[in-house]
């Protein structure tokens, strides 16, 4: 087992505010990896250090073994459009672009000619249930189909991890777990690694491990089948 | 609240906080854990007697006194690893079992125990058997989704629960302590 991304003692801080002291985690290849813990516990931030977002004031972030906080700027943001995705909590869709654009945006910033990336964008409108929606813009979108394009856009440009904060959390229960489903299948089916930030049981239920962030360490709960009795 | 199955264990766990009499027991008892059910006398004795035949706890002299409950009760070496074997297990994650998982909290604050290692044991047991459900719901047939979905909605509850308490449990070794 290869460890694609690793937090080794990650701390940062903003301001006087600790958001993370010293949180460790590691993980694998393909793995789709649930974050779980109490609001300001610092979640967000853990998940901005491991995808080179925010460099930490302290420790190591490795991705496929190389640091990632001791890159440059402009090296880091080239290794996040190549090899990341990304899905927030509000899609964050960009609202003059139709919703094909926008699935189709990491290609064309990653300078795909845009026919090309277009052709790639279109499947995933029947992959997702999305068929007929491919010029709407994210005003006419609902809430569940908007989430379901930012996922799209997630992982059109087939990254080797994405990372998702809170990305069913403006969406209801139904709607949430159509798309927790959809974006597990589809991870799975291109090797993507996901590392997901929930509060809900039911949507980290989909990931096969979870992590506990409180006061800022990480720390991995047991898995396997452990002994149960009552 | 607490299953007849864990009457004898939540005894246990009350005598390793001190020796006691059963009249002790049973006050602590329906006050903690009772919530308007309280433990009958008889079954205080029995549970009892049964816990000292099985060399669990071990009756002082009687004292002076009348009455057979004049009887200070000690936990033996036994008892403490039969109730702490009790404590650290997780509680299989069934719906509607939140009244064990509450005496088990309850107990492991009053005692001073780790109360938040066993809820992240606890929260894993949980989890695990939500993921055994979720894959039940994504391949198995309608009915099969329905029962997983039922479940599911259970767990969640639970979970929920568990957070919270976690969230509070300094609070709570307070209050129960007090
Ligand atoms: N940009 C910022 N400026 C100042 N403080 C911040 C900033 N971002 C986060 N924090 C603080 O850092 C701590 C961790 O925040 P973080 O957003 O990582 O928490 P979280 O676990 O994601 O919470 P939630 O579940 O509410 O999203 C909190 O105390 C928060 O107030
Ligand atoms: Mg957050």
Redesign the pocket.
């Given at each position: 087992m290869t460890a694609v991304i690793e937090a080794r003692d990650v701390a940062?801080?903003?301001?006087e505010?600790?958001?993370?002291r010293g949180a460790n985690l590691s993980v694998e290849a393909g793995e789709v990896l649930a974050i779980m813990?109490?609001?300001?516990?610092?979640?967000?931030?853990?998940?901005?250090c491991l995808a080179g977002i925010l460099v930490p004031d302290a420790g190591e972030v490795l991705f496929n073994g190389r640091r990632l906080d001791v890159m440059p700027e402009a090296q880091r943001s080239a290794l996040r459009r190549d090899k990341f995705g990304f899905v927030f909590q509000f899609g964050q869709l960009v609202p003059e672009l139709t919703a094909e654009e926008n699935v189709a945006l990491p290609l064309l910033l990653n300078g795909v000619r845009r026919a090309a990336a277009l052709a790639e964008a279109r499947p995933w409108f029947a992959r997702l249930g999305l068929d007929g929606l491919e010029q709407r813009r994210s005003g006419e979108l609902s809430g569940g189909q908007a989430q379901r394009v930012a996922l799209a856009r997630g992982l059109v440009a087939r990254p080797q991890v994405l990372f998702a904060?809170?990305p069913t959390g403006a969406l209801d229960s139904l709607t949430g777990e159509q798309v927790m489903e959809l974006m597990v299948d589809a991870a799975r089916e291109q090797g993507t690694t996901v590392i997901l930030?929930t509060?809900e049981p039911r949507v980290a239920a989909y990931a096969d491990r979870e992590a506990i962030?409180r006061d800022?360490q990480a720390r991995a709960l047991s898995t396997g089948a452990g002994s149960v009795a009552s | 609240m607490v299953s007849p199955m864990s009457v004898p264990l939540t005894l246990l766990g009350l005598l390793e906080r001190e020796p006691s009499h059963g009249y002790d027991l049973k006050r602590d008892y329906d006050s903690l854990f009772g919530r308007g059910k309280p433990l009958p006398y008889g079954q205080v004795y029995a549970t009892l007697g049964r816990l000292a035949r099985d060399g669990k706890v071990v009756a002082g002299e009687a004292e002076p006194g009348d009455g057979p409950e004049r009887k200070r009760y000690v936990i033996t070496e036994a008892g403490v690893t039969e109730f702490e074997t009790w404590l650290k297990d997780p509680v299989a994650p069934e719906p509607n079992l939140q009244s064990v998982l509450f005496t088990k909290v309850v107990l492991a604050l009053m005692l001073g125990r780790d109360a938040e290692e066993y809820l992240d044991t606890q929260r894993a047991a949980h989890l695990r058997r939500m993921r055994e459900l979720t894959e039940l719901r994504r391949t198995g047939a309608l009915v099969d989704a329905l029962l997983a979905d039922h479940g599911l909605f259970h767990l969640d509850a639970d979970l929920r629960w568990i957070d919270l308490t976690t969230a509070r449990l300094d609070a709570l070794a307070e209050a129960v302590r007090s």
């Amino acid at each position: 087992m290869t460890a694609v991304i690793e937090a080794r003692d990650v701390a940062l801080a903003f301001g006087e505010t600790p958001a993370l002291r010293g949180a460790n985690l590691s993980v694998e290849a393909g793995e789709v990896l649930a974050i779980m813990g109490p609001s300001g516990s610092g979640k967000s931030t853990l998940l901005h250090c491991l995808a080179g977002i925010l460099v930490p004031d302290a420790g190591e972030v490795l991705f496929n073994g190389r640091r990632l906080d001791v890159m440059p700027e402009a090296q880091r943001s080239a290794l996040r459009r190549d090899k990341f995705g990304f899905v927030f909590q509000f899609g964050q869709l960009v609202p003059e672009l139709t919703a094909e654009e926008n699935v189709a945006l990491p290609l064309l910033l990653n300078g795909v000619r845009r026919a090309a990336a277009l052709a790639e964008a279109r499947p995933w409108f029947a992959r997702l249930g999305l068929d007929g929606l491919e010029q709407r813009r994210s005003g006419e979108l609902s809430g569940g189909q908007a989430q379901r394009v930012a996922l799209a856009r997630g992982l059109v440009a087939r990254p080797q991890v994405l990372f998702a904060d809170e990305p069913t959390g403006a969406l209801d229960s139904l709607t949430g777990e159509q798309v927790m489903e959809l974006m597990v299948d589809a991870a799975r089916e291109q090797g993507t690694t996901v590392i997901l930030v929930t509060h809900e049981p039911r949507v980290a239920a989909y990931a096969d491990r979870e992590a506990i962030v409180r006061d800022g360490q990480a720390r991995a709960l047991s898995t396997g089948a452990g002994s149960v009795a009552s | 609240m607490v299953s007849p199955m864990s009457v004898p264990l939540t005894l246990l766990g009350l005598l390793e906080r001190e020796p006691s009499h059963g009249y002790d027991l049973k006050r602590d008892y329906d006050s903690l854990f009772g919530r308007g059910k309280p433990l009958p006398y008889g079954q205080v004795y029995a549970t009892l007697g049964r816990l000292a035949r099985d060399g669990k706890v071990v009756a002082g002299e009687a004292e002076p006194g009348d009455g057979p409950e004049r009887k200070r009760y000690v936990i033996t070496e036994a008892g403490v690893t039969e109730f702490e074997t009790w404590l650290k297990d997780p509680v299989a994650p069934e719906p509607n079992l939140q009244s064990v998982l509450f005496t088990k909290v309850v107990l492991a604050l009053m005692l001073g125990r780790d109360a938040e290692e066993y809820l992240d044991t606890q929260r894993a047991a949980h989890l695990r058997r939500m993921r055994e459900l979720t894959e039940l719901r994504r391949t198995g047939a309608l009915v099969d989704a329905l029962l997983a979905d039922h479940g599911l909605f259970h767990l969640d509850a639970d979970l929920r629960w568990i957070d919270l308490t976690t969230a509070r449990l300094d609070a709570l070794a307070e209050a129960v302590r007090s």
